[in-house]
């Protein structure tokens, strides 16, 4: 299993979201390539890096600092950022991203999810899956979509990709406990699972690598000091 430390980017700074809402951000960082420097030395392999402003829209741009971190060595990253057009997702990659995250709402539209796969390749590809009250939703909106969890998991499947970013967006940066079990049921369909939103503590991350996920992404339980990076990749151990 693989420990992401994610690194979500707002105004060139570290931010972390409550609930995948954009008005409610806390700063940890005012250097993005510091931080993922720091979680470099202390044994990252990969880092999940988020350009909230593009997933947001809200005009800034971060790829910069996308392709700064990137330029770490002995580093990989996978970006997202409700990557959504066929554009964001070539410049990810061109950045120095090895996997590009497309957003839960490609879903919707089977026709841009394949011009997206087709451009960036199914093997650098995941998809994110946020949910709400178990049914697919989009950040920053209150409305599901009109798509199931499984029905997601099998498109998402038939079209080669192979790899899913499980998140519950009501736990999201609260740090009250990721939806493990949720990711578990996901990963007997036969995709790899990668569970985010809400990691509290150690025990997680160890159920995590038991129940055979590809992955955990980690952000505020880092941020606070809940528990130390190489504690948590000594779990995997």
């Keep these: 299993m ?18 995948g809402e954009a008005t409610a951000a806390t700063v940890y960082n005012e250097d993005p390539f510091e931080q993922a420097r720091s979680y470099v030395a202390d044994g990252a392999a990969w880092l999940h890096v988020v350009d909230m402003d593009r997933a947001f829209r809200t005009g ?24 959504d057009t066929v554009s964001w997702a070539r410049e990810a990659i061109a950045a120095g991203a090895s996997r590009v995250v497309l957003g839960t709402g490609t879903l919707l539209d089977p026709g841009l999810s394949t011009a997206l796969i087709e451009q960036v390749g199914a093997g650098r590809c995941a998809v994110a899956l946020d949910t709400r009250d178990g049914r697919l939703a989009r950040r920053g909106s209150e409305e599901p979509l009109e798509l199931s969890l499984e029905a997601a998991v099998r498109r998402v499947l038939d079209q080669g990709v192979a790899t899913v970013i499980y998140r519950d967006l009501s736990r999201d940066g609260l740090t009250g406990g990721a939806d493990i079990a949720g ?10 699972v990668i569970a985010a939103g809400g990691v509290a503590g150690l025990a997680e991350i160890e159920q995590a690598a038991r129940s055979g996920l590809q992955g955990v992404v980690v952000g505020r339980a880092l941020y606070e000091g809940r528990f130390t990076l190489r504690e948590a990749l000594a779990c995997l151990q």
Excluded at 2 to 19: F, H
């Design 183 to 192: 990711a578990v049921q996901l990963s007997a369909m036969g995709i790899g």
């Design 2 to 19: 693989q420990l992401y430390p994610a690194i979500d980017l707002k105004g060139g700074r570290v931010v972390r979201w409550l609930e």
């Design 60 to 83: 800034a741009d971060n790829m910069g600092w996308v392709r700064e971190i990137a330029a770490i060595p002995g580093v990989e990253i996978q970006v997202g950022g409700n990557v």
